[in-house]
Nanobody, 119 residues
Framework: QVQLVESGGGLVQTGGSLRLSCAAS????????MGWFRQAPGKEREFVAR????????SYADSVKGRFTISRDNAKNTVYLQMNSLKPEDTAVYYC????????????WGQGTQVTVSL
């Protein structure tokens, strides 16, 4: 089992930046692809970004492509989401997740961190 703890959320103005971190426990962290998801009020949780176990492959939702960057440091058991040029529509609770092999489906979830982008 892997436990995930997100941090780095907060309140930022439109156009600002935040970096989210997700610290994982468990020695098998480096074996898994990791992802970030988000859920806005009244909406379903949606995929944001994915990084392969090695960090060599990434993919993004169209809505964040070119603005967000996912990365990982396996030595620190941590995955990151650098968010630039933030928009009010990026406001949501952001969750990191351990992904099922070869998919964007989550196997384990973190508890989430709130990101609020003001006008």
């Amino acid at each position: 089992q892997v436990q995930l703890v997100e941090s780095g959320g907060g309140l930022v103005q439109t156009g600002g930046s935040l970096r989210l971190s997700c610290a994982a426990s468990g020695r098998t962290f480096s074996s898994y692809a990791m992802g970030w998801f988000r859920q806005a009020p009244g909406k379903e949780r949606e995929f944001v970004a994915r990084v392969s176990w090695s960090g060599g492959s990434t993919s993004y939702a169209d809505s964040v492509k070119g603005r967000f960057t996912i990365s990982r440091d396996n030595a620190k058991n941590t995955v990151y989401l650098q968010m630039n040029s933030l928009k009010p529509e990026d406001t949501a609770v952001y969750y990191c997740a351990v992904l099922e092999l070869g998919s964007r489906s989550a196997r384990y979830w973190g508890q989430g961190t709130q990101v609020t982008v003001s006008l």
